[in-house]
């Protein structure tokens, strides 16, 4: 019983408790249910073996127990935003969880800067957000790049810098949570910082898993592929930057074609950087590496919280790889960088 309770638990908490009910409201509800079913089991199967002052006791604490429980399940959206105050500052807006991760936007409206944050991480800071989009997506755009393919950038921002090219016929933006691209179409703040890239019709959102979709995709179909992806420190990031994922790329990429990885901070985490550098070279890929000085305003890409900091670092590391030696440059007939 013990183990198919383990089971059934670990199945329910993940798939329907914390998607329907949240972390808070979910454990709680697993705390009754774990007291309840303890004190029938007890009062039932082992009822003469209890004294009747045991029993009462019993009866007792298990009610003062299920009372507790009940009182904070009441309370847990107090305690959530006493919690996401706590972490994310006075000015949380929107806290939703999507299915695949939480996401918290604070500020974006009435002049206030918008930040993004994904599982407790800061992804995107209004104030800062345009040097690293900037930088990831210019350099790529050199040359022809009428098909692009964007991999994650589910805030449109991305997708924002690449529209700035009037020559672009179709992006795919493929995004694992379509919550997240949802957000960035309807949310005020975050559509005003993308400046409504989602409707734009040559844009298209795929919600996939990138692995899957590159499998499956034709060869030589994209002229630029980008590579937003969550920073190489997170664990659950890892296999985006593997081998066999480079080698998906190559094979999408037609000739001539580019790909822009960001990679990492180079200063603080250097060799996480190089051995990008060195997986895109052994899949059959030129590389040229580039960095763009960052400021203190507490935006990276990267594991800010996990690291137990929220500054920023001192740069942010890109890759620009080809089957041909890529030359960094910027297109001449492009709109400047901001």
């Given amino acids: 019983a013990d183990y198919v309770g383990a089971l059934v638990g670990g199945l329910a908490f993940p798939f329907v408790l914390l998607p329907f009910l949240g972390q808070l409201t979910g454990a709680l509800l697993t705390g009754t249910v774990n007291a309840a079913v303890g004190a029938a089991l007890v009062l039932g199967l082992f009822r003469r073996d209890l004294t009747r002052r045991a029993r009462r006791l019993l009866v007792t604490a298990n009610v003062v127990v299920l009372a507790l429980l009940t009182s904070a399940t009441v309370l847990a959206d107090d305690f959530e935003r006493a919690a ?8 949380v807006r929107v806290a939703v969880q999507t299915g695949v ?14 930040h993004l944050f994904l599982d407790g991480r800061l992804r995107v800071s209004g104030s800062d ?15 022809r790049h009428a098909r692009v393919l964007i991999l994650g950038g589910g805030d449109g921002l991305a997708a924002r810098e690449v529209l700035r090219h009037p020559d672009v016929r179709r992006v795919d933006v493929v995004e694992l949570d379509p919550g997240l691209a949802r957000l960035a179409r309807h949310d005020p703040g975050l559509s005003a910082l993308n400046e409504h890239a989602y409707g734009d019709p040559r844009v298209h959102v795929i919600a996939a898993d990138a692995f899957r979709r590159l499998r499956s995709t034709p060869t030589e179909t994209y002229d630029v592929v980008i590579s937003d992806l969550p920073d190489p420190g997170i664990t659950a990031s890892t296999k985006l930057y593997s081998l066999e994922f480079y080698g998906l790329l190559r094979r999408v990429l037609a000739p001539g074609g580019r790909l822009v990885v960001h990679a990492g901070p180079v200063s603080a985490r250097p060799r996480a950087f190089w051995t990008v ?5 052994a899949a059959g890929l030129r590389t040229v590496a580039y960095r763009v000085g960052g400021r203190d305003t507490g935006f990276t890409a ?12 001192r740069d942010r590391g890109f890759l620009l790889a080809a089957r041909t030696p890529p030359g960094l440059r910027l297109d001449p007939a492009a709109p400047r960088p901001l």
């Fill in 84 to 91: 996401r105050h706590a972490v994310y500052g006075q000015d």
């Fill in 101 to 114: 991760q939480e996401v918290v936007l604070t500020g974006g409206t009435d002049g206030r800067t918008l």
């Fill in 129 to 143: 957000e345009r040097r690293y989009h900037e930088a990831l997506v210019q350099p790529a755009m050199t040359g």
């Fill in 277 to 281: 550098d060195a997986t895109l070279r």
């Fill in 302 to 313: 990267g594991p800010d919280r996990a690291a137990g900091t929220s500054r920023a670092p």
